[in-house]
């Protein structure tokens, strides 16, 4: 009796069932998978600034500890104090202000970042094209190319219209994009001076020494670039948490009803089996092991399908909607499956109870 | 077999505890859904609140701005704009997103520095009153509430401490952001934008004269609050629009698998009586009928619990997470209703195809 796989064959005897069955717990558990893959897209691209940054240190207004979506103004007279403490390599001033970029054809928020030409803080690599020289501007190839524009074209920003130098990637996300101009051409077209948002600054030794220095030193806020990041992280994950946590709880009772209506209604068709498993002298153990057995069996194939769907998803999103990354990564996925071997657990109840309930000589009445 | 026995209609409540778990299922579909409807047009109404509701004829702002966020203007055009005749009163405002640290959260809001006295402030208070003095800040009550601000209290904006003076109401914005509404000379000195301002607030009578007035006489653009709001509609629609469709087609297709796997699983318990019925000359028209029936009638349960269940859960959300708005409308009725009837519709494929290859001798085989 040990080693006849009762379970699966029962779920697996009707295999349009079990397929429906499963589809239905895969599309729950998809929901749950697309959610948390689109938010780990959305935090990747949003530090991707920072975290390819030669910048060691991040020093901002007091108070700020991040770029998206915040305001940071520090007096220019701060960036020669950091350049004359102990320990500071290079120190260079940027601006970040959010506008957007236009076209006849379309918009996109985008931050903008005005940086000393040759020094860190611009783009890290171009795909195309050069530095932006004087009334031009650099920008990200995967918004070029949903605008349709290319190196040499024309593009309104802050009210002006500049011409793209060149193209960056990796800088477009699912809410805004960047792009790049020199300094004083942001400073001149937002009327600004004597400020700059952010100071980016090399160390030679520790960074987190050199953060605490400057701190110590200005009363900015300054940070490593592997804090900064992690403080842009938490944004995201702290903007989105409570919408996750509705969504999430949908998905996973969706999926509670799909896993417990398949294997009740999966029992039911093999409730005289039961009966005579009982009759055979099976003991409770062993009739909840088989349900059990065909809990774990369609989780475990509904989260292959699901994790397969997600795939085929971000390739689709991808293609069409070029903005929108998806990111699955190990431990989101070790989580939905937690939530699953939860759900097979719960689902199993009703099914239990009712084999349970089988009198073995049910078999001989019929 | 004649047509006035209702035959799906006892198919289908053959097995109740099936039957409720599958409405149970297909109604969570349902329910989600709804929420995504609502929680979407909560948000469309939560994202133009401030140009919705600010009481102003006219937004004057920097020629190409769109969305509130954009462009700048010198403070001195709300002089120019207050000279132009027909104007009843002009104040600039400046907006800028900022990022508090809340209780080791972060939590974004958009800082509006206004004149006190004057147009761009808070158009509800819940306590307390408006900002009439440096120094001073109102914040939404649900925000306040969230993170035991409290009237009379401190709060802390980018390294600056405000009193909190006044709690306004409806001043919560997209994905949980809020309102923070402060005097334009403190958001001035926070953001180190002496003398700027993001757009001037006019009120006007007869106001086609006016508009073309003033972009006469200041050279800036001159929009109404419904094309702001309209932009800033856009904006975030195009951001976060294809995740809620998304969403809505994944739990459209969660719902149309449980309402298929129940219905075939009803007609595969009961598949003798469907070969007895061929052999007895019914038709693949009239099977089609009964299977068709079947999915039509957990459709519509689903709808009423999917109905029952938004209603509650709506009401849970907003009581546990007050910044979300959630908005039952008449076209996302429509649209629940519209989709249940097509889960019906689709659901009766597979089971369909089950029974038309049934062969009626093997009703003897039995």
């Excluded at chain 2, 050279?219 to 995740?243: F, H, R, T, W």
Aim: charged share 15%.
């Amino acid at each position: 009796m040990g080693g006849v796989p009762v379970g699966r064959r029962n779920l697996f005897s009707d295999r349009r069932r079990a397929v429906l069955g499963i589809a239905g717990v895969g599309v729950a558990l998809l929901m749950v998978l697309m959610l948390a893959a689109i938010v780990n897209g959305a935090m990747r691209q949003v530090t991707r600034y920072i975290d390819t940054s030669p910048a060691d240190v991040f020093v901002a207004q007091r108070g700020v500890t991040n770029m998206h979506m915040a305001s940071s103004a520090v007096p220019l007279a701060d960036l020669t104090r950091i350049r004359a403490l102990p320990g500071v390599a290079w120190a260079e001033p940027i601006l970040y202000l959010p506008d957007a970029l236009a076209t006849a054809g379309g918009r996109q928020v985008a931050y903008v970042v005005g940086y000393v030409p040759g020094q860190p803080g611009g783009p890290v690599s171009l795909v195309r094209g050069r530095a932006p020289g004087p009334g031009q501007v650099v920008i990200d190839q995967r918004v070029a190319g949903s605008l349709g524009l290319k190196v040499g074209d024309s593009v309104r920003l802050l009210a002006r219209t500049w011409r793209i130098s060149g193209l960056a990637s990796g800088l477009t996300n699912l809410a805004n994009t960047v792009a790049f101009v020199r300094f004083t051409d942001l400073a001149a077209a937002r009327n600004l001076s004597g400020i700059t948002s952010y100071i980016l600054a090399g160390a030679r030794g520790d960074p987190a020494r050199l953060a605490h220095r400057i701190t110590a030193a200005t009363g900015l806020s300054a940070l490593t670039r592997a804090q900064f990041s992690a403080q842009e992280r938490a944004l995201v994950q702290d903007m989105s948490a409570q919408l996750l946590q509705i969504m999430n709880l949908a998905g996973y009772l969706i999926g509670l009803a799909v896993i417990a209506l398949t294997l009740y209604a999966a029992t039911l068709s093999r409730l005289r089996e039961a009966g005579v498993m009982k009759a055979l002298g099976a003991r409770p153990v062993r009739l909840a092991n088989v349900v059990l057995s065909q809990a774990l069996w369609t989780v475990g194939a509904a989260l292959a399908a699901a994790l397969g769907l997600t795939f085929a998803l971000a390739v689709v999103l991808g293609r069409t909607a070029g903005n929108v990354p998806v990111v699955l990564d190990p431990g989101s996925v070790a989580r939905v499956a937690a939530g699953a071997i939860v759900l097979a657990a719960l689902g199993a109840l009703a099914p239990l109870v009712r084999v349970w309930r089988v009198d073995p000589m049910t078999v001989f009445r019929r | 077999m004649g047509t006035q026995v209702p035959v799906a209609w006892r198919n289908i409540l053959a097995e109740r505890r099936r039957l409720a778990i599958a409405v149970l299922g297909a109604g969570l579909a349902v329910a989600l859904i709804l929420l995504l409807e609502g929680l979407w047009s909560g948000l469309l109404t939560q994202i133009s609140a401030y140009p919705d509701h600010v009481r102003a004829t006219f937004f004057v702002r920097q020629p190409g701005a769109k969305t509130l966020s954009e462009g700048v203007v010198p403070v001195s055009a709300a002089g120019r704009v207050r000279a132009v005749p027909g104007v009843a009163a002009a104040g600039p405002v400046l907006t800028r997103w900022v990022v508090l640290d809340l209780h080791g959260r972060k939590q974004v809001v958009t800082v509006v520095g206004f004149t006190p006295g004057s147009l761009g402030g808070p158009w509800a208070l819940a306590a307390g009153r408006t900002v009439g003095a440096d120094g001073e800040v109102v914040i939404d009550r649900t925000l306040a509430a969230e993170h035991a601000i409290t009237l009379g209290g401190t709060l802390g904006v980018t390294g600056r401490s405000f009193r909190v003076v006044g709690l306004s109401s409806g001043t919560r914005s997209f994905m949980g952001t809020g309102y923070l509404f402060m005097s334009l000379h403190s958001a001035q000195a926070m953001f180190g934008a002496e003398n700027t301002a993001t757009f001037v607030l006019v009120r006007a009578a007869g106001p086609v004269a006016v508009r073309a007035a003033i972009a006469g006489r200041t050279g800036l653009s001159v929009a109404s609050p419904d094309l702001v709001a309209a932009a800033e509609q856009n904006l975030y629609a195009g951001i976060m629009g294809k995740i809620f469709n998304l969403m809505v087609v994944i739990a459209f297709a969660a719902g149309t698998l449980i309402v298929a796997l129940t219905v075939y699983s009803a007609i595969s318990d009961r598949l003798g009586e469907y070969g007895i019925a061929k052999a007895l000359g019914a038709r693949r028209g009239r099977l089609f009928r009964i299977v068709a029936g079947q999915t039509t009638v957990l459709s519509g349960l689903a709808l009423i619990a999917g109905l029952l269940l938004y209603l509650g859960g709506s009401r849970l959300i907003t009581a546990l997470w007050p910044q979300f708005q959630i908005e039952l409308t008449f076209r996302a009725l429509g649209v629940v209703t519209v989709a249940a009837l097509l889960m019906g519709m689709l659901a009766a494929l597979v089971p369909t195809r089950r029974v038309a290859r049934l062969d009626p001798a093997s009703v003897y085989r039995r």
